[in-house]
Structure formats: structure tokens, C-alpha cells
């Protein structure tokens, strides 16, 4: 059940819940006019509460969500978000201290906010939240790592992970970087989206972590180790095997201050014009 309800004293039938609607399933044909999802349709419905959050006047709940309890709309200013954004840095030194467990919800929270295909919403999370797991998982990594270097098992074109062992006995974590944390998001593959969903959801999670003072870094190395290197590890985490689609990110305070941004081009930019379909038809 949807339990779609329409406050009559607060709708003013404008039908934008109609208009917005991704798969055309609300109509107006409800009593006295007001918004209604005929029941067979119903199981059409993606849940994407476009409807609830489109109502001008907080009419409309589904879900048995409550649109007096939702934030309003509130975009930050232009300036701020480009700063953000630009600022933004790969952190490779990390502060040993744990992330706050409110600052972790707090974060998780934000990121469900995230896109997903047909809001499917199918990518999981897989959360180290606790850095003695964290310091578990660097040495399972090293000790999966030896033990293929020595049978000469190391996947192709990963042969270069047994360099890691050396630096990783002089106290150098160059797979993890001495991160307290680390997020991990995948996907099925028979999900709608299961390429771009975990890369949509750790975009989310990183700009939210940077405007809480907090580093990230997206760990092509991390991901390389629990898929390929060691996966008896990743399954461990509970990775789903079907999870092909994954993708890590290593998280906490940082151990480094940037004083300002760098300066990039958008110099890889191809407009398309009109000539290029050979003129108008």
C-alpha cells in the first residue's frame, strides 16, 4: 500500500504531483477533484516521493510520510558550493582519532539521499566505522597479499601490489593510507544503474564529509585488493559476491590543512552544434 492521502483543506488542485509524476501514475479523478493513484496502478510507483516534495501547500503524503516533517528548500549560495567543491582534495594523511558516531549517522543519512537508477536504491554500504577493524583489514590485506607474492599467485596486471609489502613494513600504508575508515559501496548487476549508482552515492557522501571538515580518498588500490587481490577478505566484509560493481573510499580527519585551491581549465569540453548533424532537417 502506497497510502497516498490528500489533505482536502490545504490541497489547491494546481495537479503539479500530476505533472511530475516520473511514471504518470496520479491523476485528479479522486473525490471532489483532488489528486489520486488509481489501485492499479499503484504497483507502478518507484517511490520517489516527487509528489510529496513537488506539493506547493504540504498536501499530499505517501507513504505515511508526514510533509510537515521535511526540510524545506534551501539552496546554498553559489559561491559556497563552488568553494566546496573546488577545495576539495585527496587525502593521503589521515589523523588516527575515529569519526563521532552522530557524525557518521549524520553522514549515512545525507548519502540514501542519492540518486539511484528507477530509485531502485539496491547499492549497499559497507561501513568500517570502528579503526581496530580498520587496522584488521590492512593486515589481512598484507598478509593475503605475501602469501600470493610468495605463490606467485598475484592476479595479472596486479603484480605490482607485492612493491606494497616493504613500504608496509617500514610503517608506510600506501593501499590505505593509515585511514580510520573506510566506506565501500556496491551494487548487483541486475540492478538498473549498477555502474554509475555507487559512484553517484560516494559523490554524495564525499561532498557532504568535506563541508564536516572530513577527508576522503577514492581508493582505486582498496578496491583493486578486496575484488581481486584478497576476496576472500571483501567477501568477509560482506560484500556480496554479485556485487561486482563496488568501489571504495578511505575517510576520516585529516592530518593535512589545505590553504587554498588549485587551478584547473575545462579545456576537454566538446559542444555540440547543429553542423555537426550536418545542418537543421
Not at 513537488?54 to 563552488?82: F, H, K, N, R
Amino acid at each position: 500500500m502506497l497510502n497516498f492521502t490528500i489533505d482536502e483543506t490545504r490541497c489547491v488542485q494546481c495537479a503539479e504531483c500530476v505533472a511530475d509524476c516520473p511514471v504518470s501514475i496520479i491523476d485528479m479523478g479522486g473525490e471532489n477533484g483532488l489528486p489520486r493513484i488509481p489501485e492499479h496502478k499503484e504497483s507502478h510507483c518507484i517511490r520517489c516521493q516527487h509528489c510529496l516534495a513537488v506539493c506547493p501547500t504540504a498536501a499530499l503524503s505517501i507513504l505515511g510520510q508526514d510533509p510537515d516533517l521535511c526540510m524545506p528548500v534551501m539552496p546554498p549560495a553559489p559561491e559556497a558550493l563552488e568553494n566546496l567543491i573546488k577545495s576539495r582534495r585527496s587525502v593521503r594523511r589521515f589523523s588516527p582519532e575515529a569519526v563521532d558516531q552522530v557524525t557518521l549517522n549524520r553522514l549515512m543519512d545525507v548519502t540514501a539521499y542519492a540518486p539511484t537508477g528507477k530509485n531502485q536504491r539496491l547499492v549497499r554500504f559497507t561501513l568500517v566505522d570502528d579503526p581496530e577493524v580498520m587496522e584488521q583489514i590492512r593486515v589481512r590485506t598484507m598478509e593475503g597479499i605475501r602469501k600470493a607474492a610468495m605463490e606467485d599467485t598475484l592476479p595479472d596486471g596486479m603484480e605490482f601490489f607485492a612493491k606494497f609489502l616493504d613500504p608496509y613494513e617500514q610503517g608506510r600504508d600506501i593501499i590505505y593510507r593509515q585511514a580510520p575508515h573506510m566506506l565501500i559501496a556496491s551494487a548487483p548487476q541486475d540492478a538498473a544503474a549498477p555502474e554509475a549508482d555507487p559512484f553517484i552515492a560516494l559523490s554524495y557522501f564525499e561532498v557532504m564529509a568535506q563541508s564536516l571538515g572530513l577527508g576522503t580518498l577514492w581508493c582505486g588500490f582498496a578496491r583493486w585488493a578486496l575484488q581481486s587481490v584478497v576476496p576472500q577478505l571483501g567477501r568477509a566484509l560482506g560484500i556480496p559476491a554479485e556485487h561486482r560493481s563496488m568501489y571504495a573510499m578511505m575517510f576520516g580527519h585529516p592530518a593535512v590543512r589545505y590553504a587554498r585551491t588549485v587551478q584547473r581549465e575545462a579545456g576537454n569540453v566538446h559542444r555540440v552544434r547543429l553542423a555537426d548533424f550536418g545542418g537543421v532537417r
